[in-house]
Structures are given as C-alpha cells and as structure tokens.
C-alpha cells in the first residue's frame, strides 16, 4: 500500500510562533490535501492543492496558512502566527493513482501543540 | 455538501458481522458513497466507495439502496483490530476534499 510521511510526528511551539509541517505524498502525485483534528473532534479539511495551486480551501484555512511545494518531493503546511486553539492533528493526504480519484491515502499526522 | 445521519456507537462481538448504516437523503445524483476509517491515535484510512451498485473489496462490502439516500457498510468478521470510528462521506469523483462527520465509533468485544 502507497505510504504518506509527515515531519514531524508532534510539534510543540510557543504562541505567536511560526511552525512549517511537511509531508512526503505519494511519487510524483500532483493532488494533496491538508486535514486537522482537533482533539476528540471530527477530522475537517482544510485545503486541496494541486500543480503548485491551491484548488480548494475551507473557512478555517485563513491567511495564517500557506501551502507551497518547495521542492518536487514534498509538500508544507505553514502557519504564521500560531494561535492556542491550532493545536490539533494535522493530516495530509493524496490519491491513490495519478489522477483524482476517490481513495485519499492519509499520512500519519503531526500533532500540533501550542503552548 | 449532503448531510449524513449515522449511529455515535455500534457495539460487536468479534467474529460476528457488522452492519454500520449511514442515512445521505441529500446526496446529488453524481455524488459517490466513500466510507473511512479511523483508527485510535492514527490518520484516517480508506476502506471502500461506491456509486449505484454494491461493492465488495477485501476489507468490507458496501450495500447501497435503489434510491441512494441511504447505505450499510458490512464487515464480515469483525476483529479487535477494526475498532475504530466510521465515516459515510458522500462526494463527488473529482472533488475529493473529504467532509468528515462525527462517524459511528465502533467497539468490539472480544
């Protein structure tokens, strides 16, 4: 089965700071998607991004959030200025083949805590 | 987005078949039936999709009714390994931002 990574498994950071997640989807695929959770609730999206662009992004990814691909490898998750209520598991995701299609592989996550 | 309607918690003995329900009386005519699951402590994970017709896969099968506004997500044998929350997500083929809902929490009793 395709394997998504995250860096890192848990980040702990002070209010106000900037904080970078990564993931490594699946080779080559061109479609990712950021989710979070925050604890004991649902998992809610935050943003698709495809070819270098954001396709699609919720009213929770605000301009305190970016995603960029800095590299063909690898996808970021960048919040600004962290806010105490950020804290949370940050999922990424992508297909299963080259296309869109309708099987998402999610990494392991990263959990976000913000003191 | 459709809204779904599913249990909070199921209960099942192991090896005995569980049938999860999931009410989408909204669902457009384009949208698929995904269903995922979540683990304790890991990321959510696929488990099968369908459109019109049931579908089987090696980890469930998914049943879904003639006027689509509702389906059963069955595990055969369910195992202590598939406790877990379940999560019915109507949506459609080229939009695959996942709306997640609360999801049924399925517990099973060795």
């Known amino acids: 089965e395709p394997e998504v990574t995250q860096t890192p498994s848990h980040q702990v950071t002070q209010m106000g700071q900037e904080v970078i997640l990564r993931c490594v989807p699946i080779?080559?695929?061109?479609?990712f998607y950021w989710y979070r959770q925050i604890l004991g609730q649902k998992v809610e999206f935050l943003v698709s991004f495809y070819n270098n662009e954001i396709s699609e992004k919720s009213e929770i990814f605000d301009d305190q959030f970016s995603v960029e691909r800095p590299d063909g490898s690898n996808f970021t998750l960048k919040i600004r200025s962290t806010k105490l209520e950020d804290s949370a598991m940050y999922f990424c995701?992508?297909?299963?083949?080259?296309?869109?299609?309708?099987?998402?592989?999610f990494g392991p996550g990263t959990r976000l805590t913000v003191l | 987005d459709a809204k779904t309607t599913q249990p909070n918690s199921m209960e099942s003995n192991e090896e005995e078949p569980v049938h999860l329900p999931c009410n989408h009386s909204t669902i457009s005519g384009t949208d698929y039936i995904h269903w995922y699951r979540q683990l304790p402590s890991q990321g959510p994970e696929y488990v099968i999709h369908g459109l019109t017709s049931n579908v089987n896969n090696r980890m469930a099968s998914l049943a879904i009714a003639e006027d689509r506004k509702s389906s059963t997500l069955i595990l055969h044998r369910a195992t202590l390994r598939d406790a877990a929350v379940y999560y019915c997500i109507p949506g459609g083929y080229n939009n695959n931002d996942m709306r997640f809902g609360a999801g049924t929490r399925l517990t099973v009793k060795p």
């Open positions: 995701a992508t297909p299963g083949g080259l296309g869109v299609g309708n099987e998402q592989f």
């Open positions: 080779s080559n695929h061109l479609y």
